[in-house]
């Protein structure tokens, strides 16, 4: 399975920029899918995820409200949309897919496949 994230940049803090992740996978429905962010020196840290119906989605409080993820299952896309973005939001952006049970949706180590990252640079 491979993971294509595409989308960062550099913006101005209030920007918001949109992230795109098109999985090369046959079974791509039978995935949930997620984002998790970066910073250097850190772990990679849950953002965001949505179930492989659609129909549910998680997010991290520090985005909430924020971030938005989507899917586009007909087309194999997997997006996040970020408005109001901040300074703290610079980050190596990753997608990733998880198919474990939903209480490790949140959980990095329960990804069972990973993009290679999108670097998102805030500016204040």
């Known amino acids: 399975v491979q993971l294509q994230a595409s989308g960062g940049g550099l913006v101005q803090a209030g920007d918001s920029l949109r992230l795109s992740c098109a999985p090369s996978?046959?079974?791509?429905?039978?995935?949930?899918m997620g984002w998790f962010r970066q910073t250097s020196g850190d772990e990679r840290v849950f953002v965001a995820a949505i179930r492989r119906s659609g129909g549910f989605t998680y997010y991290s409080d520090s985005v909430k409200g924020r971030f938005t993820i989507s899917r586009d299952n007909a087309n194999n896309m997997v997006y996040l949309q970020m408005n109001s973005l901040q300074p703290e939001d610079t980050a190596v952006y990753y997608c990733?897919?998880?198919?474990?049970?939903?209480?490790?949706?949140?959980?990095?180590?329960?990804?069972?496949?990973w993009g290679q990252g999108t670097l998102v640079t805030v500016s204040s």
């Open positions: 990733a897919a998880h198919r474990g049970i939903l209480s490790t949706i949140r959980s990095g180590t329960a990804y069972a496949y």
């Open positions: 996978v046959r079974t791509y429905n039978n995935y949930d």
